[in-house]
């Protein structure tokens, strides 16, 4: 089996130092790896990452990470991924990394998505100049999150994502903001690419569990939705059973 840790939007900044670190002090002896699904600062400021990357450093699995949109608000995006990948991380975006794992290898493709909407209730490249700009960027992402997968050679692919997927892990979000928490494109990019096991954060008030419409497991691990330091995932090596979840230690003083 293999154990994939993963949790999002932990919000770093200097004023939590300490507060993660205690949290994967054991993570070597329960994960082979561990996945951060974006917002990990709060407004993307270089001493926010410098604080996350301290927690970080060290950790003692492979770390792989994408950014979400708060990390992109400073306009600082490239430093605060240079400050992650100082201490090991692998930053994605639109690419992959492939993890070797006891004998066998997980490959993740990662990219932040964007929104606009779900089926039914979305956006279209039509109109002003500014929608299709909008749309365009989340179908650009998405598709090359699926080349990203599709390319991938490695036992048990992994999707990592920000935004949403799909609209069953929005569940107790409010309706109204669906479009501006995930888009339809990256599940059909999950769909045709093929992740066993598809992460992504960004919605706080969302569900822990969904489905891509062609039936590819979603998790959403919004550390405000799963209240824990991490999730843990097991996953066949074959590429087999996403579900169920492993038992996952608890949250305390972060
Ligand atoms: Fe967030
Ligand atoms: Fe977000």
């Given at each position: ?26 993570l ?5 790896l561990?996945?951060l ?9 270089p001493?926010?990452?410098r604080a996350?990357?301290?927690?970080l ?6 770390v792989?990470a ?12 490239d ?15 639109g ?6 794992v ?10 932040k998505?964007?929104?606009g909407g779900?089926v039914g209730a ?16 989340s ?29 069953d892990?929005l ?9 501006f ?11 045709r ?11 706080h008030?969302?569900s822990?569990?969904?489905?891509t ?25 074959d ?8 038992a ?7």
């Amino acid at each position: 089996m293999i154990h994939v840790a993963a949790v999002g939007d932990v919000h770093f900044g200097p004023d939590a130092a300490g507060t993660l670190r205690p949290h994967f002090e054991h993570l070597v002896d329960r994960a082979d790896l561990l996945l951060l699904a974006g917002d990990l600062t709060r407004v993307g400021a270089p001493d926010e990452a410098r604080a996350l990357a301290e927690e970080l450093d060290g950790v003692g699995v492979p770390v792989v990470a994408v950014l979400g949109n708060h990390d992109y608000h400073c306009d600082k995006a490239d430093e605060v991924t240079r400050i992650l990948e100082g201490v090991g991380v692998t930053v994605l975006e639109g690419d992959s990394v492939v993890v070797p794992v006891n004998g066998s290898t997980v490959g993740v493709a990662g990219t932040k998505g964007f929104g606009g909407g779900f089926v039914g209730a979305c956006g279209s490249e039509f109109g002003e100049p500014e929608m299709k700009a909008f749309m365009a960027h989340s179908r650009c992402l998405a598709d090359r999150l699926e080349q990203a997968l599709a390319g991938l050679e490695a036992d048990v692919k992994v999707a990592l994502l920000h935004y949403a997927p799909c609209a069953d892990t929005l569940l107790g979000e409010r309706l109204e903001i669906y479009p501006f928490l995930g888009c339809y494109l990256l599940g059909e990019a999950v769909d045709r690419g093929g992740a066993v096991l598809t992460i992504h954060g960004h919605a706080h008030r969302g569900s822990e569990r969904g489905l891509t419409a062609g039936g590819h497991h979603v998790r959403n691990v919004a550390q405000p939705v799963i209240g824990h330091a991490y999730r843990l995932f097991c996953l066949g090596a074959d590429g087999a059973g996403a579900d169920p979840e492993c038992a996952t230690p608890a949250l305390t003083g972060a």
